[in-house]
């Protein structure tokens, strides 16, 4: 597709121990439709919001592994890949509560994170770069919001989770802390409560009658900006 | 210097002066006659006569115009009609439309089953990144979302649709905040709220940028926190009818051992999404991998008519540099908090909250005249002055309010908070599709769509934020229409019979298709 291979030079990575040339430039995934590998599993959205792609890489002069989303992560020379199994879609039921959460709310079903040794493997393996240990460490205090807040951007791909010695899954304590953020926010909308409150009072229906019995096509240019 | 670098500077330099630049919007006459000389949609060549089927004579564009006239994967006599499962109500897609129509008809107390093409979340939801549109401010309201949205479409939306779109927008927004979506709020407990193109006030209700994320999260979270019964890896490739022109199930393909799955349903939902992926005129698309029309060439041969089948909206701002995200979207939200387009000359061209189309058309226009910059891979471009973003609100807006696009930079060492973008429109999102009623039912009985690979909703162009209200809008009604009429019939007679049919229309028309469809996945794959 986008990318074209006779503009630019080629390097070489390593795919489950054998050597590949690929063209410089081109993303993890492309490099493997390079290589002639249809991808299913380990492919998602392409744009590093899914989750869907995890992978490990070594890189020749640095001896310690990285992890990033392989949608997201460009080849380099002498690479060397490997993809991780995206998260499963099992996991524990974990409902809202009726009332509004208190600190128990989360252990109720998370009880193990409790457990962190504080090791940060969960941090260092993010590739939403999350300070996901603190994010840990703020729910085994009970601060709620700021567990919400840390993980904004998580594409649930479980990379934390799968590294995790005591298996923690960081990843979904931070859902479950922000869906008990959302769902019971400490102030109102009020605005939005108040528009409810009028288009179920029929407000709106004379304007609407009004519109819509008209000839709508005269509208077309009446700009109001 | 290089040319890339050398008009990058004079970005830099003509900021300041560009900064104080008033652009009025373009009178109505200027802006049809740009869009007519320059917007994809109106390139003649790429178009054909649909020539058999519910649309028969209409136009559409080669790749689709193809799948529709396809040959299905399944040979009649071949596959045995025998269900392996049996339920009121089956669902095809998980991504937001689908995800929420399997929780409220759950909620309605149907037996749902869930089948999706790759894992459920994966989707074009996941990725919107702009927001929602709700009419929640005082000096707001649902009417004037109305027709902001219908001037936005040309007048071509179905009244009765949009008005529904618009009109449950606040109780639809309320329904997602009760299940845990964070949106961004004020110091008050007040939705924050932004403009986006064509919108007339304020009124995109966000999480920062990643609000289809926050969206699709919760959604799934919850599909599987009521066990909601799923197939992943199981994208349709036919539906089943009774032989008298209703949907009574599908067949599934199990990607993972090839196998046929056969589901017998007293109703089917189909929220397969969008089309990005088949690069309409060779465009780079923003979408999701899998967004490659299925729900419409099978919908087609079931007998399901098709509305506004030929117009397409191009996101004026795909990535066009670094070359691995050529495509990827750079959210409008962006342009609505002051970043400016800028020609290779370092000129503005055209007020950057226009309507997607005309921006696009604008941007097409400066590339095709030479006003363009070109990146070593050979694609063109202009100028995204992202820095302005920083300068006209405060420091750390682009960080604290576009962390994605931040970070997404930052992987190919671009520093956004530096430095100008080179973007160019990106295929985004299919504005027609599958005709519906206000409940989701398409022309063919106990068939319903919702989301994107439906129609009608959104005219010949759909505004920023419209398409995330509209899945969770018609999700919900179509889900909830769907559960009401699986309490009302028994279980059907399956059959292939409207393929027979297609395929003897085929034959008459003198249609030798070598197309097969559903495409289910784009060909990148290089052939060894």
Not at chain 1, 35 to 58: D, K, Q, S
Request: a neutral charge; charged letters at 25%; proline letters at 5%.
């Amino acid at each position: 597709m986008s990318h074209s291979d006779s503009q630019s030079s080629l390097i070489r990575i390593e795919v489950d121990g054998a050597e590949h040339p690929v063209p410089e430039g081109i993303t993890v995934i492309q490099a493997m439709w390079h290589l002639g590998r249809p991808t299913i599993h380990g492919v998602g959205c392409l744009g590093g919001v899914c989750g869907a792609c995890p992978i490990t890489y070594r890189l020749p002069d640095q001896p310690a592994s990285k992890t990033g989303l392989a949608c997201q992560t460009a080849v380099r020379e002498g690479m060397a890949i490997t993809f991780i199994p995206s998260d499963s879609s099992k996991k524990a039921i974990a409902l809202l509560p009726k009332e509004a959460p208190t600190q128990k709310t989360l252990f109720q079903y998370y009880p193990e994170t409790r457990r962190c040794t504080a090791c940060r493997a969960c941090t260092s393996v993010c590739p939403q770069e999350i300070d996901v240990m603190g994010g840990v460490r703020a729910a085994i205090n009970g601060e709620l919001a700021t567990v919400a807040e840390k993980f904004t951007t998580c594409v649930m791909c479980g990379l934390c989770a799968a590294v995790c010695e005591v298996q923690i899954k960081p990843h979904r304590v931070g859902m479950y802390a922000r869906r008990l953020t959302g769902a019971f926010y400490p102030k109102e909308a009020t605005s939005l409560l108040h528009r409810i409150e009028e288009v179920r009072s029929g407000k709106y229906d004379a304007e609407w009658r009004e519109l819509l019995s008209g000839d709508l096509s005269a509208l077309a240019h009446d700009r109001v900006m | 210097m290089s040319i890339l670098e050398d008009s990058k500077t004079r970005v830099n330099e003509s900021r300041a002066a560009r900064m104080k630049e008033e652009r009025a919007l373009l009178s109505p006459e200027d802006k049809d006659a740009l869009i007519r000389k320059f917007h994809p949609d109106y390139k003649k060549e790429a178009y054909r006569t649909i020539q058999i089927g519910p649309n028969q004579g209409e136009q559409t564009v080669h790749e689709l115009a193809n799948l529709l006239e396809g040959k299905s994967p399944i040979a009649s006599e071949a596959v045995s009609l025998s269900p392996q499962h049996q339920v009121d109500l089956l669902i095809i897609g998980g991504g937001g439309a689908g995800a929420t129509a399997a929780l409220t008809a759950k909620a309605a107390g149907a037996n749902v089953l869930l089948a999706t093409k790759l894992r459920l979340g994966d989707s074009n939801t996941v990725m919107a990144e702009g927001g929602m549109q709700v009419a929640v401010s005082a000096e707001d309201s649902p009417v004037r979302h109305f027709l902001d949205s219908l001037r936005g479409g040309y007048m071509k939306n179905d009244p009765a649709l949009l008005k529904t779109l618009v009109e449950e927008g606040p109780e639809v927004a309320k329904w997602l905040m009760d299940i845990g979506v964070l949106f961004d709020r004020e110091a008050d407990g007040n939705l924050s709220i932004r403009g986006g193109g064509g919108s007339s006030k304020p009124r995109l209700l966000r999480c920062k940028d990643y609000t289809g994320l926050e969206l699709m999260r919760v959604l799934k979270d919850c599909v599987l926190n009521e066990q909601v019964e799923l197939l992943e890896f199981s994208p349709i490739v036919e539906l089943l009818t009774d032989g008298e022109g209703a949907c009574t199930g599908a067949v599934l393909k199990n990607l993972d051992n090839n196998q046929f799955i056969v589901v017998q349903a007293k109703a089917v939902i189909l929220a397969t999404g969008g089309i990005g992926r088949l690069h309409i005129q060779g465009f780079p698309t923003s979408n999701h991998y899998g967004a490659t029309a299925d729900g419409l060439p099978i919908a087609y041969r079931a007998g399901a008519k098709l509305t506004l089948q030929d117009t397409f909206q191009y996101h004026p701002t795909g990535a066009v540099y670094p070359e691995p995200m050529a495509g990827i979207l750079v959210t409008e939200a962006i342009r609505s908090v002051g970043a400016q387009l800028v020609n290779v000359k370092g000129e503005r061209f055209i007020n950057e909250m226009e309507t997607r189309d005309a921006v696009a058309s604008a941007v097409i226009r400066e590339c095709a005249e030479g006003r363009g910059v070109e990146t070593s891979a050979g694609r063109r471009g202009v100028w995204l002055d992202m820095p302005m973003v920083d300068i006209v609100n405060a420091e750390g807006t682009l960080a604290h309010r576009f962390p994605n696009m931040v970070r997404q930079f930052s992987r190919y060492q671009i520093d956004i908070q530096k430095e100008p973008v080179l973007v160019y429109p990106t295929l985004h999102y299919q504005n027609g599709g599958i005709q519906i009623n206000v409940d989701g039912e398409s022309t063919v009985r106990n068939l319903f769509v919702a989301g994107e690979a439906s129609g009608g909703i959104h005219g010949r162009n759909r505004l920023m934020g419209n398409s995330l209200l509209d899945i969770i809008v018609y999700g919900r009604r179509a889900g909830r229409a769907a559960s009401k009429r699986a309490t009302e019939i028994a279980l059907g007679k399956l059959t292939l019979a409207h393929l027979d049919q297609f395929r003897e229309a085929q034959k008459k028309a003198g249609v030798e298709s070598k197309t097969v469809s559903p495409m289910l996945f784009p060909d990148y794959v290089k052939k060894n």
